[in-house]
């Protein structure tokens, strides 16, 4: 019997094989030049872990950061549960969106309190805007901030620097000081882990050298690539047509690639030496290159590929973290980069 059922999958994937392969062809073109692929070198058993990190006082498992997306709607409420549920299960770490609205309506709470789901083994980080940061620190009400960290049961904050963003927002916020010297000012205040971000430009070499100076815990690239909240908030305002003359700024900024190579030239004596790799992450492929060619600790984030499959269901979002996962395994055993 065992005999018949394996001829029958041999011809049946023979049979396959044929009636595919015309359709997969590949043209030299589209060959991904980033890596040496060595099959002798390795094996191709899925089954083990990653080594664990210890970051933030917590336990990651999989080098994969779910950046900072989404809260303060109904819908959000659904996508933090569902993230929160797949960061428990593949031991990942998260990054709620804005909690700004927190700061004046605590009647929305729930829909961050995701602390039950994903843990405590795991790192959950709140959120704010350098501008609320500004705002709470010279109104001497930074006694807020604490109160939301305490509030979530979070590890810690991200600050999210976005100068453009709020430039180019019809609501946006005045920013009155160079957030160096608020977060300089802030980091005094603080006993908590501290993650600096943008918000899809990245930062230039001064900048970055600025924050690694900075005694935080970790600084996220937000590089150009992925979602661009500059660009995001032209598109907001396209109706009005306030702001198309604004748009080739929604065009500058440094890639990851630009960000690697700043970070990389810096001593190794820098304050800040844990990085979250985020900003035009495509798939599991540019999370391992990327990782591969920083010289210091790193795991990479997703936001909006996570969020696509977050707002459907949760089967959805643990099969396609499964993919990513799996894929980094394979990625792992036999590539290396160029």
Same mark, same amino acid.
């Given at each position: ?51 664990? $990190? ?9 080098? @994969? ?5 989404? !809260? ?48 405590? /083994?795991?790192?959950?980080? +709140? ?29 810690? $904050? ?13 609501? !946006? ?10 977060l300089k000012h802030f980091l005094k205040e603080v006993n908590y882990p501290i993650i600096i971000k943008e918000v899809g430009q990245g930062m230039g070499p001064k900048s970055i050298k600025a924050v690694l100076s900075l005694p935080i815990e970790a600084f996220e690239f937000a590089a150009f690539g992925g979602t661009n909240f500059s660009k995001l908030e032209i598109n907001r305002n396209d ?23 700043? @970070? ?5 004596? @820098? ?7 985020? !900003? ?14 920083? /010289? ?14 977050? /707002? ?14 799996? !894929?980094?395994?394979? +990625?792992?055993?036999? $590539?290396?980069?160029?």
């Amino acid at each position: 019997m065992n005999n018949n059922n394996e001829t029958d999958i041999l011809e049946k994937r023979k049979s396959e094989h044929l009636k595919l392969a015309l359709e997969s062809q590949t043209k030299a073109d589209n060959l991904d030049r980033r890596f040496y692929y060595e099959p002798l070198l390795s094996n191709n058993n899925l089954n083990y872990e990653f080594d664990e $990190l210890n970051w933030f006082g917590k336990k990651i498992k999989t080098p @994969i950061w779910v950046s900072s997306m989404t !809260g303060g709607t109904l819908p959000a409420k659904k996508i933090n549960y569902n993230i929160a549920k797949a960061c428990n299960e593949f031991g990942m770490g998260m990054g709620l969106g804005s909690c700004r609205i927190l700061l004046e309506n605590k009647k929305l709470l729930d829909h961050f309190m995701v602390r039950n789901i994903i843990g405590n /083994k795991y790192p959950l980080f +709140a959120n704010l805007g350098i501008a609320q940061i500004e705002k709470m620190l010279y109104n001497d009400q930074i006694h807020l901030i604490h109160d939301l960290i305490s509030d979530l049961d979070a590890d810690g $904050l991200i600050i999210h620097i976005n100068l453009l963003q709020e430039f180019l927002q019809n609501e !946006g916020d005045q920013i009155n000081y160079p957030p160096i010297k608020t977060l300089k000012h802030f980091l005094k205040e603080v006993n908590y882990p501290i993650i600096i971000k943008e918000v899809g430009q990245g930062m230039g070499p001064k900048s970055i050298k600025a924050v690694l100076s900075l005694p935080i815990e970790a600084f996220e690239f937000a590089a150009f690539g992925g979602t661009n909240f500059s660009k995001l908030e032209i598109n907001r305002n396209d109706k009005q047509k306030t702001y198309p003359k604004y748009n080739p700024l929604s065009l500058i900024g440094h890639d990851i690639n630009d960000m690697i190579q700043y @970070i990389n030239a810096f001593d190794r004596d @820098i304050k800040c030496n844990k990085f979250i790799i985020s !900003g035009g992450i495509q798939n599991f492929l540019d999370g391992y290159y990327a990782m591969e060619k920083l /010289k210091f600790p790193s795991i990479y984030g997703q936001a909006s590929k996570i969020l696509k499959y977050a /707002k459907k269901d949760y089967k959805t979002l643990y099969e396609y973290l499964t993919i990513q996962i799996n !894929g980094l395994k394979i +990625a792992s055993k036999i $590539l290396e980069i160029k």
